[in-house]
């Protein structure tokens, strides 16, 4: 099996769970029960991890909530913002190529009265393809907008979205912006202090960490972000998102933030190479091969992500002819929906053209050996279901 879908998720790095183990055996006091000793070790490792991780991230500790996941952490950041009572404002802006995550709770929130604007992308031939469009975005934000959000990066084309300046048109009219930054945060520099969003959504398992644990920070210091709770029950959090906080699951994300950060420069450009690598193989063996989204060479591209279509044969045959490479046809994340990407025909591909379409995820563990084998398959496949 040759795992080329790193956008989807990412194994966990063997030093993420020798750090975490111990939180599960050894250490496994309930970190609410602060009378005894067992309860004081737990809370203080989740405060040094808040710490740690609002350390890399820009942001204030007392920022960092823990979620289950990015899914969960963009549903409480735009239920939260539209649902609280103090909440005046009754706009709400999106983009057309969000995630699901983001896309179905703006629909929710729709339905509950709001105005909802969704902001159209760069068409395939832009540099900033399937990223919102800034122009359109600031014809739209007026003084009932709410909230923004807009991904960091994409994860079906890649596309990485310029930030500050969606921040300074979102700040300009009063409005707050959330950023759901599941593919940025451990693949990019993702600092808050300079890039000035309020509310960001990540997960551990696309940056090497276990699933069922993600963050959402709320506030970077700058602006007043108020939060009507999703989950409530036993108040922990400040009673912005109770249950119980897994130790270990906090350490394993706070240790896989860490070790990406720390790599981070080092695997981007082997990441970088081995996709070069590996598109030009399959450009060479699959003539009609076109590239989805932007240069490969643009900067403003996630280093690991390669969206291509193909002349001639549905991405979910080719998926089938090569099983044993793991790639995707469309997200991951939402393969339960048979329909075509919605990202690919929101920068202007037919449907066709959309079902013809497959990603692939090259991570840091991907070897050079993988690629050539990987390429093989793939052509291998192709060669046998391509029409006449
Ligand atoms: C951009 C984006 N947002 C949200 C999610 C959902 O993340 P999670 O699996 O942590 O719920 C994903 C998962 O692929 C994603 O790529």
């Not at 972000?225 to 959090?237: D, T």
Request: proline letters at 4%.
């Amino acid at each position: 099996m040759i795992y080329l879908d790193h956008h989807a998720t990412t194994p966990c790095d063997q030093r993420v769970v020798d750090a975490m183990l111990p939180w599960l055996t050894q250490s496994f006091g309930n970190p609410h029960s602060t009378s005894h000793s067992a309860g004081r070790v737990a809370a203080d490792v989740v405060a040094r991890s808040a710490a740690c991780v609002a350390r890399h991230l820009g942001c204030p500790a007392e920022s960092i909530l823990w979620t289950s996941g990015a899914t969960e952490s963009n549903n409480l950041a735009i239920r939260g913002i539209c649902g609280h009572p103090r909440q005046k404002r009754r706009h709400l802006i999106t983009c057309f190529t969000e995630h699901h995550a983001v896309l179905d709770v703006v629909a929710e929130i729709e339905q509950n009265g709001w105005r909802v604007t969704r902001v159209p992308a760069y068409p395939q031939d832009h540099e900033l393809a399937g990223c919102v469009d800034l122009d359109a975005l600031a014809g739209a934000i007026d003084e009932d907008t709410a909230l923004v959000s807009v991904m960091w990066a994409n994860n079906e084309i890649g596309t990485i979205s310029p930030m500050q300046q969606i921040a300074h048109l979102c700040h300009q009219a009063g409005a707050l912006l959330h950023s759901d930054a599941t593919q940025a945060v451990g693949r990019l520099p993702v600092d808050m202090k300079s890039v000035d969003v309020d509310l960001l959504s990540a997960s551990a398992h696309k940056f090497y960490g276990p699933k069922g644990i993600g963050i959402l920070v709320v506030g970077n210091g700058n602006r007043r972000v108020r939060l009507r709770p999703q989950i409530v029950g036993g108040g922990q959090q400040r009673n912005l998102r109770s249950g119980t906080l897994a130790p270990a699951s906090i350490v394993a994300l706070t240790t896989a933030l860490e070790i990406a950060v720390s790599e981070m420069s080092e695997s981007d450009a082997r990441i970088r190479q081995l996709r070069k690598v590996f598109c030009g193989k399959l450009l060479e063996c699959i003539e009609g091969l076109v590239l989805n989204g932007i240069s490969l060479e643009s900067p403003q591209r996630l280093a690991g992500n390669l969206n291509v279509r193909l002349p001639d044969v549905e991405g979910e045959s080719w998926m089938a002819a090569a099983p044993d490479v793991c790639f995707s046809s469309g997200s991951a994340c939402s393969s339960v929906d048979a329909n075509p990407s919605h990202v690919l025909t929101g920068i202007g591909l037919t449907e066709s053209e959309a079902r013809r379409s497959v990603r692939f995820g090259i991570g840091k563990f991907t070897t050079d050996e993988e690629i050539t084998q990987a390429v093989r398959l793939l052509c291998d496949a192709y060669r046998r279901i391509k029409p006449a």
